[in-house]
Nanobody, 125 residues
Framework: QVQVVESGGGSVQPGGSLRLSCAAS????????IGWFRQAPGKEREGISC????????HFADSVKGRFTISRDNAENTVFLQMNSLKPEDTAVYYC??????????????????WGQGTQVTVSS
């Protein structure tokens, strides 16, 4: 079955860290552009980070820049989102999505080919 699956979510105190994983099955993530999105209750889905399929260049939304990093491990067929210095406003369901166009400049949710089901991240004291 061709799919991407997120894992690694959970509950953490402010200032804590989590590492989310986006694992692919049924296809190789090599050369896919991967994006991370999140949606908090009552808010629109927000694109927060992506990694290029062509040169592994990365991009971050201002809301997470300097706190989150994205990386890929082709041997594990997985992309990671390392989240540090977490804040209560980071609470959301986090999703990954894969785009088979490694050169894409369209990082919107709908531009992708595969979407995960999401993993909950809760930041609270």
């Amino acid at each position: 079955q061709v799919q991407v699956v997120e894992s690694g979510g959970g509950s953490v105190q402010p200032g804590g860290s989590l590492r989310l994983s986006c694992a692919a099955s049924g296809f190789s993530l090599d050369y896919y552009a991967i994006g991370w999105f999140r949606q908090a209750p009552g808010k629109e889905r927000e694109g927060i980070s992506c990694i290029s399929g062509s040169d592994d260049s990365t991009h971050f939304a201002d809301s997470v820049k300097g706190r989150f990093t994205i990386s890929r491990d082709n041997a594990e067929n997985t992309v990671f989102l390392q989240m540090n210095s977490l804040k209560p406003e980071d609470t959301a369901v986090y999703y990954c999505a894969a785009d088979r166009n490694p050169y894409t400049e369209d990082h919107s949710w709908s531009a992708n080919d595969y979407w995960g089901q999401g993993t909950q991240v809760t930041v609270s004291s």
